[in-house]
């Protein structure tokens, strides 16, 4: 259950005064009294948020609520203007871009709305990108895409490109390059959005299945209660702040 700033015990404002965070620990992700404004609009204020290894938790709120910006600050695609951010105990928040993106590329895997997969490449080499990108050789990454292209039953597509399956083929190999070079955290944003309810389903559980065996925490965007219902725990955000669920 989260709490809203007004039951937040006031021994972590003060240890936030003095410069440190309230870590939980064990936690793979976590992050402490983030704020972030998009010029004048403030659309994230002071938020909470741990998550534990094998861990699913979804982030749900209205349109606007700060769900995606969240997200944003937790990969370290943003810099918070205010809050710490820390992954496997490490801050990375306050890390230079190059190293922040380097962090994402080796301990975060990511799940978009309408997978993000590059059209002009098969199955398997877009599954097979995240660890060519951090110097696997070409053998073995094509080894191991196959192998998460096979757990998530589209082994047999794996030679077609994105234009020739469907959209939820498409999505359980999105699934799969989140997970082939076997991150610490998926970040799914919306990931069912694009699909419909029984396609949908398919790949949640694909997805929930898979990070589970790998013990990969996943964060779970969504607007959506049957998505939200895949994880252990739900963080609903309102205005850009925590409320209580």
Not at 223 to 231: G, I, N, R, Y
Request: zero cysteines.
């Amino acid at each position: 259950m989260t709490t809203d700033s007004a039951t937040r015990p006031r021994h972590r404002d003060a240890r936030r005064a003095a410069g440190g965070a309230d870590l939980r620990p064990g936690a793979v992700l976590q992050a402490s009294g983030l704020s972030h404004s998009y010029g004048a609009t403030r659309v994230l204020r002071d938020v909470d948020f741990a998550i534990d290894p094998g861990e699913v938790v979804s982030v749900m709120g209205p349109s606007g609520s700060g769900k995606s910006t969240l997200l944003h600050l937790l990969a370290g695609l943003l810099v918070p203007d205010a809050g710490e951010v820390y992954l496997d105990g490490a801050r990375i928040d306050r890390l230079p871009e190059r190293r922040r993106a380097g962090s994402r590329l080796r301990q975060m895997g990511f799940v978009f709305q309408f997978g993000d997969l590059v059209p002009e490449l098969s199955l398997v080499e877009n599954v097979e990108l995240p660890l060519r990108v951090t110097g696997t050789r070409a053998r073995r990454a094509r080894r191991r895409a196959t192998e998460m292209l096979d757990r998530l039953g589209v082994a047999d597509l794996a030679d077609r490109r994105v234009s020739e399956v469907s959209g939820g083929q498409a999505q359980r190999a999105a699934v799969a390059r989140a997970l082939v070079h076997q991150p610490a955290v998926v970040l799914a944003d919306e990931p069912t959005g694009s699909l419909d309810t029984v396609t949908g389903e398919l790949v949640l559980e694909a997805l929930v299945g898979a990070a589970r065996e790998q013990e990969a925490a996943v964060v779970l965007v969504t607007h959506e209660l049957s998505v939200a219902s895949w994880a252990q725990r739900t963080v609903m955000l309102r205005d850009g702040a925590e409320v209580a669920t």
